[in-house]
């Protein structure tokens, strides 16, 4: 048998995992798929994004974020408006629907954050997110051959 337990793809993804099902099972009240609160959650950080900007930020490729934004808008979580700015774009808007569960889905974002660093010292979340930042800095620079803006 592979000796497993150390390999840090292991732990990453068994995290990601179960954080997806958290976080799925306490949003389906709102009709939010374990995917969707990404999308919800970058535009309560910048509302009027475009879906470029969305995907670009969020390193989701641009087909699977406009499925994700289509669902929402069909949710009624967000609208999509065609840009002034540039007509070939469509800024996306929080609507008052998505902005009153704001709190709920950041508390439930922050709730996870919580129970992972249980036992963890100051300095050992610090370490931990400066670790994993690098990490992600590096697949960013593979994958992307840029840097990630933070």
Known sequence: ????????????????????????DRLKVYGI??????????????DGLTQ????????IDKGTT????????????????VSEKDKRC?????????????????GVLASWRVLLTKGLTDEEREMALNILEKMGHNAAEHYTGERLDV
Request: hydrophobic fraction near 40%; avoid cysteine; charge should be positive.
């Open 52 to 59: 470029e900007e969305i995907a670009d930020y969020l390193k």
């Open 90 to 106: 469509n800024e996306v808007f929080l609507t008052e629907k998505a902005l009153a569960i704001k709190e709920d889905v950041r």
């Open 66 to 81: 406009a499925k994700a934004l289509k669902k929402l808008e069909e949710q009624g979580y967000v609208t999509r408006r």
């Open 1 to 24: 048998m592979m000796e497993t337990r150390n390999s840090i793809p292991r732990w990453m993804s068994l995290i990601y995992r179960i954080g997806q099902s958290y976080i799925g």
């Open 33 to 46: 798929g374990k995917g969707q609160h990404i999308f919800l959650n970058a535009l309560y950080r910048e």
